[in-house]
């Protein structure tokens, strides 16, 4: 694209500044008569505008609240609005007629003749705009043009430019005008279709081709759309309204950012947990989705085998001791809890718990959230719960010595204690105590049980049934059956194409009996509880996972996943 050499100020500046309004600005560019006043044309739009920008049919007048003016000659194609606009991601277009001798000093400008300029509407469907050199990236400050030079010279790997090629492939987000208001509608909008999709997490991610839009639905990330314009940096408006929403500081694009705002999306109460940072491309930004409205009633739905079950709910009923469960992030300890509390409150009962964060909020639940600015860490939080007589305690997780010995000193003083630890299994979690300094005639003492979890899809119910190989059923320690029948996901539209719908718990419950107890104090070795464990006839995660394949509750493939299975 060519660019201009005005002598005259901006006429975006002296629109901004007040100096003018958009009829005088719009006639010092293209008078009555049709005339071009070429000392008024932007540089700055001009050197903006992609590089496939059809200039011999179009040129860039003035960008002004969200709407490109253009000036077009008088005899241009009825479809050339259209056109455009598309081109610029349904920016508003609005054309200016510019006559014959205007334009043979434009063609001059560009390097072009009239005779070689084609008077069709050009085909620019097939040309995606160069988003390196679109309107965003040229507008952006010195700094963050130096940032984006030195990150676009760095060498990219084969690898790298197939990742690349995998961000054109997602759609972009059609919105109607690009306005400070649109955009937070906009945003709202993709907020209650997450809700609908049941996400968990909506992911904004920036990169060179703008803002890409994920969800987490049942645990897998999975591309939704694109936020994408060639006339402004759609990736900073976003953000800046995601930011007022969750009154997070729009002018801090330096440090890592942390909010939580209440919304009505879908006629739902729903908390967002907004979390930012800064990368090489500009902020990410992650938003948990917390509706009000939670299913924390029935221990069943989430996937407990009656007989285990039966074991908890025994657990749960007793007065005091320490409840432990365990898996990684995002194994649903936390449902697991939730639910357990749920079973629990009533009006009988004080409970409290001390949380960080608090996810969800429970009714007749004193829900404590952890602020280390402010003091209050879980073990200052622990100690002054002890002081509120109450009768359960739940605690969002160990996380250290400390925690751990006020932990287990309330379970042997008369409370039901509940938490969560980070460890592979029902096993590893006595040693993980042990490990931190915890006293293992304290454990033994104070420990009921230990829950280790896993969540597994599953299957829709447009699944294919189909009889396993003898691969796989070795694989799975399973001997070679005609009835053995299992689940082979599919897709449809209840599913998103998907193959899979909701989630549910792959179980290990283990019970610490006087065996377990004894071996604790020994300072067994974790393959020793292990052992036990088996010869207790209790049903390991991988053994209860290939039980769920079994029933067709989930696939094959997504329990090799989820869980190893050796």
């Known amino acids: 694209m060519a660019t201009a050499n005005p002598t005259r100020a901006s006429l975006a500046q002296l629109l901004k500044t007040g100096k003018t309004n958009l009829n005088d600005a719009l006639s010092l560019l293209v008078d009555s008569a049709g005339t071009l006043n070429f000392e008024y044309l932007d540089k700055q739009l001009l050197s903006a ?13 003035l960008f002004w609240s969200n709407k490109l003016y253009v000036g077009v000659p008088d005899n241009h194609e009825s479809s050339l609005k259209n056109t455009l606009s598309e081109f610029l991601n349904g920016c508003q277009i609005e054309f200016r007629n510019v006559k014959t001798e205007s334009w043979d000093r434009w063609f001059a400008l560009i390097g072009k003749t009239s005779s070689n300029i084609s008077t069709q509407a050009p085909t620019l469907y097939s040309q995606k705009p160069q988003s390196s050199q679109g309107i965003q990236q040229k507008t952006l400050s010195e700094q963050e043009e130096r940032a984006s030079a030195k990150s676009s010279a760095a060498p990219q790997t084969k690898l790298g430019a197939e990742l690349e090629a995998t961000i054109e492939k997602v759609p972009i987000r059609k919105i109607m005008a690009t306005d400070e208001g649109a955009i937070a509608n906009d945003v709202r909008a993709l907020m209650a279709e997450a809700l609908n999709q049941r996400a968990s997490d909506i992911h904004f991610e920036p990169t060179t081709k703008g803002l890409i839009v994920r969800f987490r639905v049942d645990g897998i990330l999975r591309d939704i759309c694109r936020y994408f314009s060639t006339v402004q940096d759609l990736r900073k408006v976003v953000l800046a309204r995601i930011k007022i929403i969750a009154d997070l500081n729009i002018a801090e694009q330096r440090q890592p950012q942390d909010g939580r705002v209440t919304e009505i999306l879908g006629g739902q109460r729903v908390d967002l947990r907004v979390s930012t940072l800064p990368t090489l491309h500009g902020e990410k930004c992650v938003i948990r989705m917390l509706p009000h409205e939670n299913n924390f009633s029935n221990l069943l739905d989430l996937g407990m085998p009656k007989g285990r079950l039966s074991v908890y709910e025994e657990w749960l009923s007793r007065s005091q001791g320490m409840i432990l469960i365990t898996g990684p992030t995002g194994s649903g300890k936390t449902s697991t809890l939730y639910t357990s509390l749920a079973k629990l409150v009533d009006t009988t009962k004080n409970v409290v718990t001390v949380e960080d964060p608090v996810e969800y909020q429970l009714a007749r639940v004193s829900q404590v959230q952890v602020n280390s600015k402010a003091g209050l860490t879980f073990a200052s939080g622990l100690r002054s719960i002890l002081r509120q007589d109450p009768d ?10 400390e925690t751990a010995e006020i932990a287990i000193q309330a379970a ?5 204690v509940l938490s969560t630890l980070h460890t592979n299994d029902a096993a590893s979690t006595v040693i993980r105590l042990m490990d931190m300094g915890v006293e293992p005639f304290l454990i033994a003492s104070a420990l009921i049980g230990v829950v280790a979890q896993r969540l597994v899809r599953k299957v829709c119910t447009c699944h294919k049934e189909y009889k396993p190989s003898v691969e796989e059923l070795e694989l799975l320690h399973l001997t070679s059956s005609k009835d053995e029948v299992f689940a082979k996901a599919q897709g449809c539209e209840k599913c998103n194409g998907l193959g ?51 029933k067709r509750r989930t696939t094959l493939e997504e329990l090799l996943r989820v869980i190893p299975i050796t």
């Open 49 to 61: 505008m992609p590089s496939n920008w059809p200039a011999e049919q179009a040129i860039p007048l």
């Open 392 to 401: 359960i305690v739940m605690i969002g997780e160990i996380r250290d010595l």
């Open 412 to 416: 042997l003083t008369g409370h039901l």
């Open 500 to 550: 899979y719908s909701g989630r549910e718990g792959v179980f290990e419950i283990m019970p610490v009996n006087e065996k377990i107890q004894q071996m604790i104090q020994e300072r067994a070795t974790l393959n020793d509880v292990k052992a036990e464990l088996v010869r207790l006839g209790v049903p390991t995660l991988a053994h209860a996972g290939i039980q769920k394949v079994r």
